[in-house]
C-alpha cells in the first residue's frame, strides 16, 4: 500500500528556531506538492516540484521558507527562523506523471511555534 | 485569478439519507479538472471524486457522485445512503489543465446524524 510519509508528525519548538519537515513522495510520482492549512486561510499552495525541479513557490514566504527535494525520495521544506504564525498543519503531496493530475496526501506535520 | 468557494461550513445529514455539498470555481481556462477531497478528523486528505472538465458525464463513485455544470462553473458532490465513515471536512479543489495550479475550497464540515 503505497503512502507519502511525512516526519515528524508533530513538532512544537520556540520562535526563532529552525524547522525541518520531510516527505517521502510515492515512489515512482514525479510531482511534489507543500500546502499549509490553517483554520483562518484554509489549504495554501507554498510549493511545487516536478521532476525534482521547483515550478512554482510563488506561495511561500521566500524570506524565511524554503523547499528542496534532494532527491526523487525526498523533499524538504524549512523555515528558519521560525514564527508563531506559521503555526499550521504542513501537508506533502505527490502525484504521477501523466494526465491523471490527482493528488496523494501524507498524514501532515502539525507544527507549533511558541 | 482561479478561486473555489464552498458556501457551506457546515453541513448535517441523517444516516442513510442523501447531501449534496456545493462549490463554484472562477476560471478563464476550458480545461481544467475538478476534486472533491475528504479530510477525516485524522487530517489524512482522501480523494474522493475527480471530473475532467472536457467531459459532460458526470463522475460517479459508488455512493458518491457529482454534478458538474460547466457554463454555471458548479460543480456539487452528492453522497447518497450516508454513512456514519462520511463524516469529515470535505474540500473542493480545482487544478489547471497544465498541473501547475491548484487551488482549494474553504471546506464544508458534513455530520451525519445516526
Known amino acids: 500500500d503505497a503512502r507519502v510519509t511525512q516526519t515528524p508528525r508533530h513538532k512544537v519548538t520556540e520562535m526563532g528556531q529552525e524547522v525541518t519537515m520531510r516527505c517521502q513522495p510515492i515512489l515512482g510520482h514525479n510531482t511534489v506538492f507543500w500546502y499549509r492549512q490553517t483554520m483562518m486561510q484554509g489549504l495554501e499552495l507554498l510549493a511545487y516540484f516536478r521532476n525534482r525541479a521547483p515550478l512554482d513557490d510563488s506561495g511561500m514566504p521566500k524570506d524565511r521558507f524554503s523547499a528542496e527535494m534532494p532527491d526523487a525520495t525526498l523533499a524538504t521544506l524549512k523555515i528558519q527562523p521560525s514564527e508563531p504564525r506559521d503555526s499550521a498543519v504542513y501537508f506533502c503531496?505527490?502525484?504521477?506523471?501523466?494526465?491523471?493530475?490527482?493528488?496523494?496526501f501524507g498524514p501532515g506535520t502539525r507544527l507549533t511555534v511558541t | 485569478a482561479q478561486t473555489v468557494t464552498q458556501s457551506q461550513p457546515e453541513m448535517s445529514v441523517q444516516e442513510a439519507e442523501t447531501v449534496t455539498l456545493s462549490c463554484t470555481y472562477d476560471t478563464s481556462e476550458s480545461d481544467y479538472y475538478l476534486f472533491w477531497y475528504k479530510q477525516p478528523p485524522s487530517r489524512q486528505m482522501i480523494l474522493v471524486i475527480r471530473?475532467?472538465?472536457?467531459?459532460?458525464q458526470n463522475a460517479t463513485e459508488n455512493r458518491f457522485s457529482v454534478n458538474f455544470q460547466k457554463a454555471a462553473k458548479s460543480f456539487s458532490l452528492k453522497i447518497s445512503d450516508s454513512q456514519l465513515g462520511d463524516a469529515a471536512m470535505y474540500f473542493c479543489a480545482y487544478r489547471s489543465s497544465d498541473g501547475n495550479q491548484f487551488y482549494f475550497g474553504t471546506g464544508t464540515s458534513l455530520t451525519v446524524i445516526p
Open positions: 471530473q475532467e472538465a472536457y467531459k459532460q
Open positions: 503531496a505527490s502525484g504521477p506523471q501523466g494526465c491523471s493530475y490527482e493528488q496523494y
